[in-house]
Nanobody, 126 residues
Framework: QVQLVESGGGLVQTGDSLRLSCAASGRTFSGYAMGWFLQAPGKERAFVAAITQSGRNTYYEDSVKGRFTISRDNAKNTVYLEMNSLKPEDTAAYYC???????????????????WGRGTQVTVSS
């Protein structure tokens, strides 16, 4: 079992920045690739970014490329999502998730993640 707890969400204005954190406990964190997903009201959960077990490779949804950065600190069992130039359309609940899969295709697939946090809300006002 892996327990994931997100933090760092909040209410910000357009153009502001936030850094989300996801703290993991349980099994060996470094053995899992990590992903961030979002779910806006009335919409399905969608891929945002992912990072491989070593942190060597990262993947992003097109709309966040150049604005969001995913990173991890395996010594701290934590994955981060640095969010810059926030837009109202970024408003959503953000979830981190863990998977033992890898690769650019698999890590975009919500169904391949084994463990999920409860989410943290990000609201961007215009």
């Amino acid at each position: 079992q892996v327990q994931l707890v997100e933090s760092g969400g909040g209410l910000v204005q357009t153009g502001d920045s936030l850094r989300l954190s996801c703290a993991a406990s349980g099994r060996t964190f470094s053995g899992y690739a990590m992903g961030w997903f979002l779910q806006a009201p009335g919409k399905e959960r969608a891929f945002v970014a992912a990072i491989t077990q070593s942190g060597r490779n990262t993947y992003y949804e097109d709309s966040v490329k150049g604005r969001f950065t995913i990173s991890r600190d395996n010594a701290k069992n934590t994955v981060y999502l640095e969010m810059n130039s926030l837009k109202p359309e970024d408003t959503a609940a953000y979830y981190c998730a863990a998977t033992q899969y890898g690769g650019s295709v698999a890590l975009r697939q919500e169904g391949l993640y084994d463990y999920w946090g409860r989410g943290t809300q990000v609201t961007v006002s215009s």
